[in-house]
Nanobody
């Protein structure tokens, strides 16, 4: 299983970006998909996540500005980021909890990270 993230870049404060993440490989079911971020000198923190059949959850710092969504048919997750602030600058990582085969345990997978820089 691989997770491929894309969509990062440089944006001015108040701007928007949309991150995408595609899961590929042997996938029976995806139980969770989400986004984490890590700024220099900081620990990786959860940004948003969505459990299959559940409602999205967000970190308090991004509520009302970020929206997570999934396309189950394409095994993809998106993060629409609006009203970006300099403190949103970080490497953003896609995360998924996947059952590769019917009856298999669930495994935690990470994408390669995509840089988001918010600066004027």
């Amino acid at each position: 299983v691989q997770l491929q993230a894309s969509g990062g870049g440089l944006v001015q404060p108040g701007g928007s970006l949309r991150l995408s993440c595609a899961a590929s490989g042997s996938i029976f079911s995806i139980n969770f998909m989400g986004w984490y971020r890590q700024a220099p000198g900081n620990q990786r923190e959860v940004v948003a996540g969505i459990i299959s059949g559940g409602s999205p959850n967000y970190a308090d710092s991004v509520k009302g500005r970020f929206t997570i969504s999934r396309d189950n048919a394409k095994n993809m997750v998106y993060l629409q980021m609006n009203s970006l602030k300099p403190e949103d600058t970080a490497v953003y990582y896609c995360n998924a909890v996947i059952d590769p085969y019917r009856g298999s345990p669930s495994y935690n997978f990470w994408g390669q990270g995509t840089q988001v820089t918010v600066s004027s």
